[in-house]
């Protein structure tokens, strides 16, 4: 299962002094990435929050091939590796809009109650939309 | 009454392109010499919230006079403009190294219900510290 | 001489534990608008810069009426307010997905020769595009 | 050789909805960690970039084990893993004021010629520093 987001417009304050958009830009790129993607399986992630359901990130890695600069536009695609457990993880790929790799990673998400802060499963109503 | 903070480091993220440090950011440099402040009054802002009470922005201005670039710090100086009734009103001046005159500032805080959203009176517990 | 960005979503690290859009945001916000107008008016910034020309914000002003949420998407109107000279100043405008008035907001914006760093006249085929 | 900041007081606008700190400000705190380091070498990262020498991220890896949240104040410990060439790799370890790890990372940095974009051997003014 995979999920490529349109084009997106680099934000001027994403740019730092090297003029490359600074790298942990690319960390908000994949969250917004996989939000859209979950947004259009009909999961609203205010709404899993609203359930008591937080999905923070546990583990990231990124790979910086080419920089992005202001004035380019991109597009992430976020690909689901494995059915959801305890925790859910995701590639990600972004190429810019002459369809040259930018940058690729990989992010392991866990599930965690709002109330303990402790691990759960990954929740039912999840794991439906997934499938 | 007023409160200074410690020389504060340009963090490389804040830059932009132009090589200034971004616009943005002296709202957040603002934030945290008023947040630093209430600290120093025995001020909890966290606590604050845990009571069920939320202090957002409500006005903001500011004039850039100097830019800010990689390599400065900077301090900021607060400044509480009258005493706290249903907002409090911050005066804010940020100095450089050389001790030129970077940027001016005014921001106005409401207090809100974290509850209804509602505004509310400065709570007793704050009044009493500013006094 | 106005213009309305597409309706824009928020993203989750534009909350902060408030719940609430982080109010430096905003000038992110009406940074975005500028120049998507500006894109629109054939005039890219990029090349505005790589000309030898910054246009830093020299002051700005914002009212902040109700608060944006995660989940909320926003559109925001640019105005132009006056015939460009040494400055250039805009007017601001966020509106919710359900028509609700956000945010108002002002900057000024002036024009810097980027080897001098002095101000400049607005360049004409700056001038020209406005007109 | 290994590094480590003072106490550094998480920021307000750092936090997310969650309650915690957003996970892409850990790599800024990774960045002023270790420009921080460069700094105490006598090692002025503007000035490698003013020489013509841009430092970019790589490659980026991170653990997150308990969340850092607002009230808190940690440190970072930054470690160089060897003998710098075409790379620097570097590992980093984010404590909180009771010392519980926070978080671990890695990254790796390349040596980039302003001028042309491309790689170039660790600077000798830079290796000299570091032997």
Redesign the interface.
Known sequence: MEYTTKQI?V???E??????V????Y??YF??AR??WLSNLQI???EV?SRGI?M?????????IK?L???DNFSVTVILKKEPTATLEFDYKILNQNKQLISTGNTLLAFLS?DTKLPIRCPKFLLEKFN
Chains 1, 2, 3, 4 share one sequence.
Do not use: C, W
């Not at 600074?22 to 830009?25: G, V």
């Not at 546990?58 to 790979?63: D, G, I, P």
């Open positions: 417009i934000r001027y304050h740019t730092d002094q090297m003029h490359f600074h790298h942990s830009n960390l908000k969250e917004l939000l859209e609203s992630y205010a929050e937080f923070p990130v546990v583990n990231a890695s990124l790979k910086y920089p600069v202001f004035g709002s």
